[in-house]
């Protein structure tokens, strides 16, 4: 009785599949998750125009079994700006297209003059031209990207957002911090809205302790010694804090 049920249900699935692949399309949704900043680096026409050109007449009007959802989510993360896509049918036959962006945490211009931004698994890609988001500017001797170097972690883009992604959990390094400048010697200054003073970090090794120790020097020192003594706050150290005059 019970495989006779089972043979039954899936007999009538395999019907239904089958004459649902007659169906026509009715219409298209698309929903883009914004980035963390509230974002759209990618709009709705962006996509309907790559699904345009995957089927030249439009899908309004097409019968389900024609349409490829495998191939259609290949194209649209071929957009830079796409990190996944998910297409799929729903029940009133309506062609739904779910995108989640890349999200960026780090503006970079290396050293070849290429820009670019850098996403949470500290990968390049290009601008967006919907959306310009307000980052953490990363300049200086910063080598072209190399994605093993990236991935073992002795490049210094791994540094740099390692940094970025700390700041934007910091309330106060991410409140003072304009830019990260990459010196001749590999260190990383970070350059503050406040004052002409400079702080080098070196590396992204103990960040937070780092971050900290400019806390300390801005709510402290600087409220009695003045914020244009120092040229240079060095916090490369442990436990140290060198500070080098004007």
């Known amino acids: 009785?019970?495989?006779?049920?089972?043979?039954?249900?899936?007999?009538?699935?395999?019907?239904?599949?089958?004459?649902?692949?007659?169906?026509?399309?009715?219409?298209?949704?698309?929903?883009?998750?914004p980035t963390s900043e509230g974002q759209l680096l990618v709009n709705d026409k962006d996509i309907l125009r790559t699904i345009e050109l995957t089927y030249q007449s439009g899908v309004q009007g097409m019968?389900?079994?024609?349409?490829?959802?495998?191939?259609?989510?290949?194209?649209?993360?071929?957009?830079?700006?796409?990190?996944?896509?998910?297409?799929?049918?729903?029940?009133?036959n309506k062609l739904c297209v779910n995108i989640e962006q890349k999200d960026p945490i780090l503006k970079v211009q290396d050293r070849t003059g290429?820009?670019?931004?850098?996403?949470?698994?500290?990968k390049p890609f290009p601008s967006s031209r919907h959306a310009s988001p307000r980052l953490l500017v990363a300049t200086g001797n910063i080598p072209a990207y190399d994605s093993t170097q990236v991935a073992n972690g002795t490049h210094i883009l791994s540094h740099l957002g390692k940094i970025a992604q700390y700041f934007a959990t910091d309330v106060f390094a991410h409140s003072v911090s304009e830019q990260l400048f990459v010196d001749e010697k590999g260190d990383i200054i970070i350059m503050p809205k406040i004052g002409n003073q400079k702080y080098?970090?070196?590396?992204?090794?103990?960040?937070?302790?780092?971050?900290?120790?400019?806390?300390?020097y801005m709510k402290?020192?600087?409220?009695?010694?003045?914020?244009?003594k120092h040229a240079l706050i060095n916090l490369k150290y442990e436990n140290q804090l060198?500070?080098?005059?004007n």
């Open 1 to 33: 009785m019970w495989l006779g049920t089972i043979a039954a249900f899936s007999i009538m699935l395999i019907v239904s599949i089958a004459s649902r692949d007659h169906e026509i399309i009715d219409g298209i949704s698309v929903n883009i998750k």
């Open 200 to 216: 080098n970090i070196g590396n992204s090794d103990n960040i937070d302790l780092k971050s900290n120790k400019m806390l300390y």
């Open 114 to 122: 290429r820009c670019y931004f850098l996403d949470q698994k500290y």
């Open 63 to 92: 019968l389900i079994k024609d349409i490829n959802s495998a191939d259609l989510e290949e194209k649209i993360l071929n957009n830079d700006q796409v990190a996944n896509a998910e297409v799929y049918l729903d029940a009133r």
């Open 220 to 228: 402290d020192i600087c409220s009695r010694e003045g914020w244009t």
């Open 242 to 245: 060198v500070c080098v005059k």
